[in-house]
């Protein structure tokens, strides 16, 4: 039994005796004695273990502990060190040998998880951004967004999204390149066909007739702005903008001639002071145009482009159902601070976001959304600006600036 045990001894301690149940040769001494009964941290068995494994000399040990039927009975085992440590050596390569084959199994498993799940997506992510940027206007290489919730789902919508967006832009630009040079040589034609206009309307002048002396400058005034547009078109074509002809004007009488300009047949451009206040449009929507700009606010600007932006934002708000377009105008330090009010029914959200880009702000179905395009390149080439500030079922207020000074 001691042989099968691989002890020396085993002594068995009732409280009021000792009794040598197996014996053996024992040894001279005990090296080193421990006592289960006695409470040791984990730690404190990992540590025991751990130096029983770097031992490599044998030592006698005696073990002391409870026996597990009788728990009052006390059970002494001498045994060698040198045995217990091989069979801990042995079931520590077995246990390293399952724990790599686990962690072979755990590290693929986590390789194909990192594959599916990221790998591929972001591979397929890469080849569909390398592709768009080869050919942006072929469709065939948008991404397909995979109805994931992660960060990697969120960038496959986005980049479906801009993908979208950009070849939207592309065409657009394509068409609008296209557009241009088609309106170039009209332009070219037209110019010259309205040059032949300037010269009729030089002799309309000339005429007796006192209807025809009240709508000749008005005539005049309007070939002569058709003749500069078609040539700042031109020059624009050809990467040559027309310089800003700058000049010294009361802000009230543009204001009052773009009312005129709007007004029904037999208005005229020399209007009265009372009859600048308002001027009813003939767009088609009975838009009454109110002047409210002080006569003492001068402005230094281009004044055949300033009357582009307010003709623009008049017309957009007689084509947004306005009945009345309030114009006021004041002064902030060196800077002209103008309002256009309006009472139409305001622009969506979708249309707000994109206002200022030809052909995607537009409020009404079939509009170019141009008006306001060219309303604001004109305000910036002139140093200021033009915001929407306002805007709802009850109106729309447009709040544009300009240096007092003007910009050369």
Known sequence: LLFYAAAHGIVLRYSDRRMMVLSGDMPDRVDATYDLRKKQSFIGWIGEAFAVLARDKNRILRVIGPAPREPDVVVEVIIDEAPMRDK????????????????????????????????VPMRRITAAMTAFRENPEDGAHTV????????????????AEMQKELRAALGQKTRLATLGAAVAKVNHDLRNSLATAVLASDRLANIDDPEVRKIAPRLFKAVNRAVRLCSQTLNYAS???????????????????????????????????????????????GVIVGNDVDFAIDVSADRTQLFRVFHNLCVNAGQA????????????????????????QGFSGKAREKLFRPFAGSAREGGTGLGLVIAHDIMRAHGGDIELTETGPAGTRFRLTLPQGGKI
Request: aromatic share 6%.
């Open 88 to 119: 801990m050596l042995g079931y520590s390569t077995r246990i390293l040998q399952l724990s790599l084959v686990i962690s072979f199994i755990t590290a693929g498993l986590v390789y194909l998880s990192l594959q599916w799940l990221m790998v």
């Open 144 to 159: 397909r967004p995979s109805g994931r919730r992660d960060e990697i789902g969120f960038a496959q919508r986005e980049l």
């Open 239 to 285: 990467g040559n903008p027309e310089r800003l002809s700058i000049s010294m004007f009361h802000l009230r009488e543009l204001v009052a001639e773009v009312a005129a300009a709007l007004h029904t047949p037999g208005a005229i451009s020399g209007m009265e002071e009372d009859e600048m206040n308002f001027a009813e449009t003939n767009a088609g929507s």
């Open 321 to 344: 159902s306005a009945k009345t377009v309030i114009v006021g105008a004041r002064l902030e330090g060196e800077t002209i601070v103008v309002d256009v009010a309006d009472d139409g």
